[in-house]
Nanobody
Protein backbone atom coordinates (compact mmCIF):
# COMPACT_ATOMS: atom_id res chain seq x y z
CA UNK A 1 0.00 0.00 0.00
CA UNK A 2 1.44 3.34 -1.05
CA UNK A 3 0.91 6.43 1.06
CA UNK A 4 1.28 9.88 -0.46
CA UNK A 5 1.64 13.08 1.54
CA UNK A 6 1.60 16.50 -0.13
CA UNK A 7 3.10 19.66 1.32
CA UNK A 8 4.06 23.15 0.25
CA UNK A 9 0.68 24.73 -0.39
CA UNK A 10 -0.28 28.16 0.88
CA UNK A 11 -1.37 31.68 0.01
CA UNK A 12 0.57 33.50 -2.70
CA UNK A 13 0.04 36.70 -4.66
CA UNK A 14 -0.61 36.62 -8.41
CA UNK A 15 2.68 36.23 -10.25
CA UNK A 16 4.25 34.44 -7.34
CA UNK A 17 5.67 30.94 -7.02
CA UNK A 18 5.17 27.86 -4.90
CA UNK A 19 6.80 24.45 -4.84
CA UNK A 20 4.67 21.48 -3.92
CA UNK A 21 6.18 18.22 -2.71
CA UNK A 22 4.69 14.75 -2.52
CA UNK A 23 6.45 12.15 -0.40
CA UNK A 24 5.70 8.49 -1.05
CA UNK A 25 6.05 5.62 1.40
CA UNK A 26 4.90 2.04 1.81
CA UNK A 27 6.24 0.69 -1.45
CA UNK A 28 8.87 1.07 -4.12
CA UNK A 29 8.86 4.47 -5.82
CA UNK A 30 8.39 2.93 -9.24
CA UNK A 31 5.06 4.46 -10.14
CA UNK A 32 4.05 7.02 -12.67
CA UNK A 33 3.23 10.13 -10.65
CA UNK A 34 0.69 12.80 -11.38
CA UNK A 35 -0.57 16.10 -10.04
CA UNK A 36 -4.24 17.01 -10.22
CA UNK A 37 -6.23 19.90 -8.81
CA UNK A 38 -9.79 20.60 -7.82
CA UNK A 39 -11.32 24.03 -7.39
CA UNK A 40 -14.56 24.56 -5.45
CA UNK A 41 -17.56 23.46 -7.46
CA UNK A 42 -15.42 21.99 -10.23
CA UNK A 43 -14.28 18.53 -11.20
CA UNK A 44 -10.79 17.31 -10.47
CA UNK A 45 -8.54 18.18 -13.39
CA UNK A 46 -5.21 16.97 -14.68
CA UNK A 47 -2.17 19.17 -14.13
CA UNK A 48 0.95 17.13 -14.93
CA UNK A 49 2.38 13.64 -14.98
CA UNK A 50 5.89 12.17 -14.95
CA UNK A 51 7.09 8.67 -15.72
CA UNK A 52 9.27 6.56 -13.45
CA UNK A 53 12.45 7.51 -15.30
CA UNK A 54 11.35 11.14 -15.85
CA UNK A 55 11.67 10.50 -19.59
CA UNK A 56 7.99 11.14 -20.25
CA UNK A 57 6.34 14.30 -18.95
CA UNK A 58 2.97 15.77 -19.84
CA UNK A 59 1.29 19.03 -18.85
CA UNK A 60 -2.17 20.45 -19.12
CA UNK A 61 -2.26 23.32 -21.60
CA UNK A 62 -3.36 25.67 -18.83
CA UNK A 63 -0.08 25.23 -16.91
CA UNK A 64 2.41 24.53 -19.71
CA UNK A 65 5.35 26.92 -19.52
CA UNK A 66 4.54 27.92 -15.94
CA UNK A 67 4.62 24.66 -13.99
CA UNK A 68 7.40 22.06 -13.86
CA UNK A 69 7.02 18.51 -12.56
CA UNK A 70 10.07 16.59 -11.39
CA UNK A 71 10.94 13.66 -9.16
CA UNK A 72 13.80 12.46 -6.98
CA UNK A 73 13.57 8.67 -6.82
CA UNK A 74 16.27 8.51 -4.14
CA UNK A 75 14.01 10.58 -1.88
CA UNK A 76 10.73 8.99 -3.04
CA UNK A 77 9.45 12.46 -3.76
CA UNK A 78 7.78 14.23 -6.67
CA UNK A 79 7.65 18.01 -7.00
CA UNK A 80 5.54 20.59 -8.75
CA UNK A 81 7.23 23.94 -9.22
CA UNK A 82 4.55 26.54 -9.93
CA UNK A 83 5.57 29.94 -11.31
CA UNK A 84 3.60 32.93 -12.58
CA UNK A 85 0.63 31.84 -10.53
CA UNK A 86 -2.81 33.16 -11.40
CA UNK A 87 -6.02 33.36 -9.38
CA UNK A 88 -7.38 30.60 -11.63
CA UNK A 89 -4.75 28.26 -10.22
CA UNK A 90 -6.47 28.36 -6.83
CA UNK A 91 -7.43 24.79 -5.91
CA UNK A 92 -6.63 21.82 -3.75
CA UNK A 93 -3.69 20.07 -5.36
CA UNK A 94 -3.46 16.29 -5.19
CA UNK A 95 -0.60 13.93 -5.83
CA UNK A 96 -1.43 10.54 -7.35
CA UNK A 97 0.35 7.35 -8.39
CA UNK A 98 -0.35 4.62 -10.89
CA UNK A 99 1.51 1.47 -11.89
CA UNK A 100 1.04 1.96 -15.63
CA UNK A 101 2.18 4.66 -18.02
CA UNK A 102 1.12 8.27 -17.62
CA UNK A 103 -2.51 9.27 -17.98
CA UNK A 104 -4.59 12.43 -17.80
CA UNK A 105 -7.55 10.46 -16.44
CA UNK A 106 -7.79 10.76 -12.67
CA UNK A 107 -9.89 7.60 -12.44
CA UNK A 108 -6.99 5.47 -13.62
CA UNK A 109 -4.73 6.39 -10.69
CA UNK A 110 -4.41 3.88 -7.86
CA UNK A 111 -3.23 6.00 -4.94
CA UNK A 112 -3.96 9.55 -3.82
CA UNK A 113 -2.70 11.98 -1.24
CA UNK A 114 -4.93 14.07 0.99
CA UNK A 115 -4.31 17.27 -0.96
CA UNK A 116 -2.76 20.66 -0.21
CA UNK A 117 -4.51 24.00 -0.63
CA UNK A 118 -3.07 26.58 -3.01
CA UNK A 119 -4.66 30.02 -2.95
CA UNK A 120 -3.59 32.75 -5.36
CA UNK A 121 -4.94 36.10 -4.28
CA UNK A 122 -3.85 39.67 -3.68
Amino acid sequence: QVQLVESGGGLVQPGGSLRLSCAASGGTFSYTMGWFRQAPGKEREFVATISRSSANIDYADSVKGRFTISRDNAKNTVYLQMNSLKPGDTAVYYCAARASAGSRNAQTYDYWGQGTQVTVSS
